[in-house]
């Protein structure tokens, strides 16, 4: 069987690659970045660069294909429900024309009269999806709030209860819903590409009905905290999503979409889960969240709800270098008193909860002002402490490039006008360090000369403290494989 998985970067496909990899099954993956997919990917899969909105990359990447899984979506442009029905249409169009047998998605739980908007577009591209059944077969599952290190749910409801002691919420937090573990998610979508059906399917996932109110107490009982939840009937959608926005680390348009689709029960419709997947049984909710906190407290985090690429706009596809940049700031040091493996890893390490190094209140005060004007703020963290992949962020970056020993290239994903990156770079024996920015326009440039003080401290304090860190910790850390 030849399969093709799409959103292979994101924080469900991420983990279904994982399975896929073990399946004995001849897997092909559409990514836009091919270089944020692993070496160890690389030698096992066919790895297809391509875009839902390039229909001849989608013609050539669905060839020969058996079963296409479609795990896509637009949330991060501001007209994402148009997006989305254009990405299914042409994705179904030309899996029609490959003459591909099955189309697995995955969408959300919920009917579609008291639908939120971004739980509207995930029915309508499942609608759209199912719309050929006499040419081709979906199989379209739909789950509500997943449970799992690194998603979005999840580390909104911990950040939550980890913070808050005394919580004033809205009446929503009354609203039923069925939250699902991410394993057993994976599981229903691995067994959904060999199910002996040939006609369309819509299968409702879940495990236990229960109120938020009820997962933010299980959660917190996990943690081992007591929480006290005070629901109130007036709190706005707007004002809960800043609310979400400052306390926890997902910005505000997710927080938003999220929030607005809390009023609605969100509850199985049908039975075709058990029908269908007999031997697939739900883990109850407490024990997706003790798995949940044991892989974060293990390093074990496989996919986070930040790990996604995201849209670049057309402005950034002809700036997307930083050799482009016009104004930077270099600062060089040469090492001594540490091998090159302990400063490259020193530096791989650097954001999360090991902070920025040197005058880090600095970039809490910048990661505060990113969130307040939506941006992703500081707090996103990262996934493991010191290893690193292409495309996964750290706090507001994202990894752009990662040379074993020799380079790491962080592109800004905060709010700034124009584009800004930040490279570390070993050569010789020298560490270069050198932050990029390419300015949109004269605020641009006005933006840059404004932030000069503040980098004259932080960037000259932040190498003298990765060669220091190195020198004192390479005896404590032998060197590891950055690879993940
Ligand atoms: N996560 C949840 O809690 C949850 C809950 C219920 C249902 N779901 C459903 O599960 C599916 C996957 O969600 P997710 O959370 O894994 O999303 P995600 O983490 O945001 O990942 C989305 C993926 O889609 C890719 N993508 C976006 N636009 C694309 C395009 N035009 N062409 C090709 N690839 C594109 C992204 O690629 P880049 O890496 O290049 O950006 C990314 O890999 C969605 O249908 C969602 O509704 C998720």
Same mark, same amino acid.
């Given at each position: 069987?030849?399969?093709?998985?799409?959103?292979?970067?994101?924080?469900?496909?991420?983990?279904?690659k994982?399975?896929?990899?073990?399946?004995?099954?001849?897997l *092909?993956i559409?990514?836009?970045?091919?270089? &944020?997919?692993?070496?160890?990917?690389?030698?096992?899969?066919?790895?297809?660069?391509?875009?839902?909105?390039?229909?001849?990359?989608?013609?050539y990447?669905?060839?020969?294909?058996?079963?296409a899984?479609?795990?896509?979506h637009?949330?991060?442009?501001?007209?994402y429900?148009?997006?989305?029905?254009?990405?299914?249409q042409?994705?179904?169009?030309?899996?029609?024309?490959?003459?591909?047998k099955?189309?697995?998605?995955?969408?959300?739980?919920?009917?579609?009269?008291?639908?939120?908007?971004?739980?509207?577009?995930?029915?309508?591209?499942?609608?759209?999806?199912?719309?050929?059944?006499?040419?081709?077969?979906?199989?379209?599952?739909?789950?509500?709030?997943?449970?799992?290190?690194?998603?979005?749910?999840?580390?909104i409801i911990?950040h939550?209860?980890?913070?808050?002691?005394?919580?004033?919420?809205?009446?929503?937090?009354?609203?039923?819903?069925?939250?699902i573990?991410?394993?057993d998610?994976?599981s229903?979508?691995?067994?959904?590409?060999?199910?002996?059906?040939?006609k369309?399917?819509?299968?409702?996932?879940?495990?236990?009905?229960?109120?938020?109110?009820?997962?933010?107490?299980?959660?917190?009982?996990?943690?081992?905290?007591? *929480?006290f939840?005070?629901?109130?009937?007036?709190?706005?959608?707007?004002?809960?999503?800043?609310?979400?926005?400052?306390?926890?680390?997902?910005?505000? %348009?997710?927080?938003?979409?999220?929030?607005?689709?809390?009023? &609605?029960e969100v509850?199985?419709?049908?039975?075709?889960?058990?029908?269908?997947?007999?031997?697939?049984?739900?883990?109850?909710?407490?024990?997706?969240?003790?798995?949940?906190?044991?892989?974060?407290?293990?390093?074990?985090i496989?996919?986070?709800?930040?790990?996604?690429?995201?849209?670049?706009?057309?402005?950034?596809?002809?700036?997307?270098?930083p050799?482009?940049?016009?104004?930077?700031? !270099?600062?060089?040091?040469?090492?001594?008193?540490?091998?090159?493996?302990?400063?490259? *890893?020193?530096?791989? &390490?650097?954001?999360?909860?090991?902070?920025?190094?040197?005058?880090?209140?600095?970039w809490?005060?910048?990661?505060?002002?990113?969130?307040?004007?939506?941006?992703?703020?500081?707090?996103?963290? *990262?996934?493991?402490h010191?290893?690193?992949?292409?495309?996964?962020?750290?706090?507001?970056?994202?990894?752009?490039d990662?040379v074993?020993?020799?380079?790491?290239?962080l592109r800004a994903?905060?709010?700034?006008?124009?584009?800004?990156?930040?490279?570390?770079?070993?050569?010789?024996?020298?560490?270069?360090?050198?932050?990029?920015?390419?300015?949109?326009?004269?605020w641009?440039?006005?933006?840059w000369?404004m932030?000069?003080?503040?980098?004259?401290?932080?960037? !000259?304090?932040?190498?003298?403290?990765?060669?220091?860190?190195?020198? %004192?910790?390479?005896?404590?850390?032998?060197?590891?494989?950055?690879?993940s």
């Amino acid at each position: 069987m030849k399969v093709l998985l799409t959103g292979a970067n994101g924080y469900i496909g991420r983990r279904l690659k994982q399975k896929l990899l073990n399946e004995k099954i001849a897997l *092909r993956i559409l990514v836009r970045n091919p270089k &944020s997919i692993g070496l160890d990917v690389h030698v096992r899969t066919e790895v297809f660069r391509g875009d839902t909105f390039d229909v001849q990359s989608l013609e050539y990447a669905l060839e020969g294909v058996d079963v296409a899984y479609y795990l896509v979506h637009s949330l991060q442009h501001e007209n994402y429900r148009e997006l989305d029905k254009i990405s299914a249409q042409n994705f179904l169009d030309a899996a029609i024309k490959q003459g591909v047998k099955r189309i697995v998605y995955l969408g959300g739980l919920g009917v579609k009269a008291h639908a939120s908007k971004h739980l509207l577009s995930r029915i309508e591209t499942g609608e759209i999806l199912s719309s050929r059944p006499d040419q081709i077969q979906t199989v379209w599952i739909r789950a509500g709030v997943i449970i799992g290190s690194g998603s979005a749910s999840f580390e909104i409801i911990r950040h939550l209860v980890e913070k808050l002691p005394v919580m004033i919420t809205p009446k929503w937090v009354n609203t039923l819903a069925q939250p699902i573990g991410v394993d057993d998610v994976i599981s229903y979508l691995n067994e959904a590409k060999d199910l002996a059906c040939d006609k369309n399917l819509v299968v409702d996932i879940g495990s236990e009905k229960m109120t938020y109110r009820e997962m933010m107490l299980g959660c917190a009982d996990a943690l081992g905290l007591k *929480r006290f939840i005070i629901p109130v009937p007036v709190l706005s959608i707007k004002f809960s999503s800043h609310w979400l926005n400052i306390f926890t680390p997902v910005p505000y %348009n997710i927080a938003k979409s999220l929030i607005e689709g809390l009023s &609605s029960e969100v509850i199985i419709q049908n039975d075709h889960a058990k029908q269908y997947f007999p031997h697939i049984h739900p883990c109850p909710f407490k024990n997706a969240v003790q798995k949940a906190i044991k892989e974060m407290e293990q390093n074990q985090i496989l996919s986070r709800w930040s790990d996604a690429e995201g849209g670049t706009d057309l402005w950034e596809h002809h700036q997307n270098d930083p050799s482009a940049a016009i104004l930077t700031d !270099r600062q060089r040091i040469e090492i001594h008193g540490a091998s090159k493996e302990a400063v490259y *890893r020193t530096f791989c &390490s650097i954001g999360g909860k090991e902070g920025w190094l040197a005058h880090h209140w600095l970039w809490e005060i910048r990661g505060w002002f990113d969130k307040i004007i939506g941006g992703a703020g500081l707090k996103r963290g *990262r996934r493991h402490h010191h290893r690193l992949r292409v495309g996964e962020s750290v706090d507001f970056w994202r990894v752009e490039d990662l040379v074993e020993n020799e380079r790491l290239l962080l592109r800004a994903q905060m709010k700034v006008p124009g584009k800004a990156w930040l490279e570390f770079r070993i050569k010789n024996n020298e560490l270069i360090q050198t932050a990029y920015f390419y300015p949109r326009g004269l605020w641009g440039r006005v933006y840059w000369y404004m932030m000069i003080p503040a980098h004259y401290f932080v960037f !000259r304090s932040m190498i003298a403290m990765i060669l220091k860190k190195a020198q %004192n910790e390479q005896t404590k850390f032998p060197y590891q494989n950055q690879s993940s």
